[in-house]
């Protein structure tokens, strides 16, 4: 997806949602810049973003073991 889809996408999915809460991981080749931005981007849709490292992203298919791993969170 490109970045200037991402406001609309985001305020499809969480148009009904009570919660608006992002997970973001990124692999290696992901620059610093690029994951910024879509964070900032992130931010004018939802009310938190959590940026799930490499280090905590060992079991992402479950959601409380997700909500319970270390993350970044950031809010607006």
């Known amino acids: ?5 991402l ?3 985001l305020e499809r999915i969480f148009r009904t949602r009570y919660e608006r809460i992002v997970m973001v991981s ?4 992901t620059s610093m810049a690029d994951l910024a931005g879509m964070i ?16 905590s992203d060992t079991s992402c298919n479950v959601l409380p073991s997700v909500a319970a791993r270390p993350a970044a969170i950031l809010r607006k």
């Open 1 to 5: 997806m490109q970045l200037a889809q």
């Open 40 to 55: 900032d981007v992130a931010l004018t849709q939802v009310d938190r973003v959590a940026w799930v490292t490499p280090a």
């Open 26 to 29: 990124a692999d290696a080749s």
């Open 7 to 9: 406001p609309g996408e």
